[in-house]
């Protein structure tokens, strides 16, 4: 990047009349090109508080202007007096640029040559674009960058067909961690302390890295653009290849700096706006289906683990057996009783017998001895029955834009043991397991920034209930062929109740975590039992140390009776060192009215307080 720089600034000029350039500003100033949207767009500038503009963009070879972050109409002028005055090279470094204000000033050829950019057509004849998909990967628990989702643009190939599409290329914006600083890097991508970089890859290694991976469906959102926006985009993504953004999980993150892309492609859509305190994945899928026609076709992608689970349930008990044993060696003696069956039930047994060692081993290229050989063994004998692959009959789950947006408001009344309550709710992100999981991640919970502020009528005292800055919970059914564990962790104030003192003085900050083991059955329609190890350290000076530990256990069960119909019920028991003991028995009904709209009865024993209320929940 930093030899473009100096080759920029060092190149010879194009021959031509000198005033060009002038003449370009001069009609760029009478058209108030800089203030224009598509001029903001491609520059990735927001208006500040201060009535100024500010580029996104904070480092790279991005300005040709020593102001140019700052300053857009000094930057438009620098970019007319590197194409027209001008500086070779230019046209090839900002293409999207170059597209932008020709389409607008109408450059003379004859006074502002075309120049050739071998490099540029080569970028874009490789990636063969003829149109744009957005996709959304799901929640992935497992890794806190991604816990709310993601999403990145695929580029259509022209010349695509069938399942050709894993070798489109995709466009992808993340934070670039540093080797071993997990935490700190997690710190600095909250504070926008991580660089922030756009790149593109085959679409194939984004598959093998979400669905095969970490076990994560993709949706696909084909969006209608036309040619020239097609173009205008890849010409911009070119450009943004040498760009440094600053990374901030929660605002400009992965989804954010798409919706900007997307938006120099076409700068009337504003799909970022509407978007400022916090930018959630699926929220910003919901912006671009708002726009009417911008969405053609939607589909959807399985990941390894949901394919190997479909074909799975068409096993018969003894041929389960059997794909159990072959998945996990595939050895001459596995493979005896296989010939008792027909040709087809042979080979949905290999198939899932394979899905089971693909699983065990990881997904790497190279595998180990032992499963490279029960792999060929699997495949050689799949390979002599001759029929084809056989689909794994999927049933297509609720989209996620059919479930509740992100953030929640919520009014509550309720009784105490003593006394009598109202409550205000507010919720930043994105889902919790008493909710229905209709567009979710099921036996999943993700609440980021839950603040619950309550008055009590005996007190006459306003305080604040729970807020938790972040609180997760993960349920993985325990199974012959899924053996993960479950887990949770939270982190927030609370109130310590069993000490018996007001509500105020109870405040704590609490600190939780959690592991264990998860089981399903569908006794009605689905039941998930789980039970997890439990240690809670709190600190406050309502605790006679100033802190306290403990650890102990959670156990529940989460029913679904219908769709919309959701029953939780949980207990726990905590044992402190130094304080007394945490006992609590909490069960939730909760009813979806609609997509947005939710009312949940909750009931909730913390010995020696107990209490009964009805929420009204808002999502938005």
């Known amino acids: ?104 000033l109408g450059f003379d050829p004859s006074r502002l040559p075309v120049e050739d950019c071998p490099k540029l057509s080569a970028w874009r004849e490789g990636i063969d674009a003829s149109g744009a998909t957005v996709v959304f990967a799901d929640a992935f628990l497992g890794n806190p960058s991604s816990m709310f989702g993601h999403t990145f643009l695929r580029l259509r190939r022209k010349t695509a067909a069938g399942d050709d599409d894993l070798l489109d290329y995709t466009i992808n914006y993340a934070g670039l961690p540093r080797n071993g600083e997990g935490l700190l890097d997690g710190i600095r991508g909250l504070t926008g302390g991580l660089p922030g970089l756009f790149s593109v890859e085959p679409y194939y290694l984004k598959v093998q890295e979400y669905t095969n991976m970490e076990s994560r469906d993709l949706w696909e959102y084909d969006l209608n653009l036309d040619s020239a926006a097609v173009d205008r985009l890849v010409d911009h993504a070119w450009e943004l290849t040498h760009a440094r953004f600053d990374y901030y999980f929660f605002t400009e993150n992965c989804s954010y700096q798409l919706l900007t892309l997307i938006d120099a492609a076409r700068p009337e859509l504003r799909l970022e706006d509407g978007f400022g305190f916090a930018v959630v994945p699926g929220d910003t899928v919901r912006a671009y289906l708002a726009r009417p026609g911008l969405v053609g076709g939607v589909r959807y992608r399985p990941s390894h683990v949901t394919q190997m689970k479909a074909r799975r349930a068409r096993l018969a008990a003894d041929e389960f057996s059997l794909a159990t044993r072959l998945g996990r060696s595939a050895g001459p003696a596995e493979f005896r009783g296989l010939e008792a069956f027909s040709p087809e039930r042979r080979a949905l047994i290999l198939d899932s017998a394979d899905d089971l060692l693909r699983y ?49 408001l919520g009014a509550a009344a309720g009784v105490t043991r003593l006394s009598s309550y109202e409550e205000v709710s507010w919720r930043g992100a994105l889902h919790d397991l008493a909710s229905p999981d209709i567009g979710y991640l099921p036996d999943s919970q993700l609440q980021a920034l839950n603040l619950r502020l309550r008055f009590d009528n005996k007190d006459r005292v306003p305080y604040v209930e729970r807020f938790d800055l972040v609180d997760i919970m993960s349920l993985s059914p325990w199974e012959a062929w899924n053996r993960k564990p479950s887990w949770k962790a939270s982190a927030g104030i609370d109130q310590a109740k069993e000490l018996g003192c007001g509500p105020v003085a109870c405040m704590h900050y609490d600190l939780d975590a959690g592991l264990g083991l998860a089981f399903e059955t569908h006794l009605g329609r689905k039941e998930i039992y789980y039970a997890l190890a439990e240690t809670d350290f709190g600190a406050a000076p309502v605790f006679n140390d100033g802190w306290r530990i403990g650890a102990g256990g959670t156990a529940g069960i989460a029913v679904e009776e219908a769709e919309t119909l959701k029953t939780t019920a949980e207990a726990t028991y905590i044992g402190y060192l130094n304080s007394p003991s945490r006992e609590r028995l909490r069960l939730a009904q909760a009813w979806r009215l609609s997509r947005d709209v939710e009312l949940r009865l909750n009931l909730d024993k913390r010995v020696p307080d107990q209490e009964a209320g009805l929420t009204f929940f808002y999502y938005y």
């Not at 190149?11 to 224009?36: C, K, M, N, T, W």
């Not at 689909?391 to 609720?398: N, V």
């Open 1 to 104: 990047m930093v030899i473009l720089a100096l080759i920029l600034l060092a190149a010879p000029v194009f021959s031509g009349p000198p005033d060009y350039a002038a003449e370009l500003i001069s009609r760029a100033r009478e058209l108030r090109l800089a203030q224009d949207p598509g001029w903001l767009a491609v520059g990735h500038y927001k208006p500040t508080r201060r009535g100024r503009f500010e580029s996104r963009v904070v480092a790279g070879t991005f300005f040709l202007s020593p102001g140019g972050r700052n300053d857009p109409e000094g930057e438009l002028s620098a970019t007319l007096k590197a194409f027209a005055g001008g500086t070779q090279g230019s046209q090839c470094l900002f293409p999207a640029r170059y597209r932008w204000l020709e389409a607008r």
């Open 360 to 408: 065990r081993e990881g997904f790497f290229v190279e595998l180990s001895t032992a499963a490279a050989n029960s792999e060929r063994a699997l495949l050689v004998s799949r390979g002599r029955l001759g029929l084809p692959p056989l689909p794994a009959e999927i049933p297509r789950p609720r989209r996620l834009e059919e479930g509740h947006d992100s953030a929640r």
